[in-house]
């Protein structure tokens, strides 16, 4: 079982950067893939991006391709992802998560999730 703490989130201005941190308990970090979601109010929990315990290659949703980077650090149990070029419409709650798969992308469940961290981009 693995526990997420996220922390970074806040208020910035459009074009903007901000630095998601997730931190987790436990000593088998990294046997987990981890991943960052959001959900905007009125809307469904969307993949943003992934981070594979095998290899650490990631993966990103088309919307925040160039834009965001997702690392981790294994020594430190954390996982981290980097915003920049924030737009309006990336204002959401973002969630940490993992699963204990190789597989990075969404089409297997990610089964573990920390209690999220407001992001605001204001135009």
């Known amino acids: 079982q693995v526990q997420l703490v996220e922390s970074g989130g806040g208020l910035v201005q459009a074009g903007g950067s901000l630095k998601l941190s997730c931190a987790a308990s436990?000593?088998?970090?990294?046997?987990?893939?981890m991943g960052w979601f959001r959900q905007a109010p009125g809307k469904e929990r969307e993949f943003v991006a992934g981070?594979?315990?095998?290899?650490?290659?990631?993966y990103y949703a088309d919307s925040v391709k160039g834009r965001f980077t997702i690392s981790r650090d294994n020594a430190k149990n954390l996982v981290y992802l980097q915003m920049n070029s924030l737009k309006p419409e990336d204002t959401a709650v973002y969630y940490c998560?993992?699963?204990?798969?190789?597989?990075?992308?969404?089409?297997?469940?990610?089964?573990?999730w920390g209690q999220g961290t407001q992001v605001t981009v204001s135009s």
């Open positions: 998560a993992a699963k204990y798969s190789d597989v990075v992308d969404p089409t297997t469940k990610y089964n573990h």
């Open positions: 436990g000593r088998t970090f990294s046997t987990y893939t």
């Open positions: 981070i594979s315990r095998r290899d650490g290659s990631t």
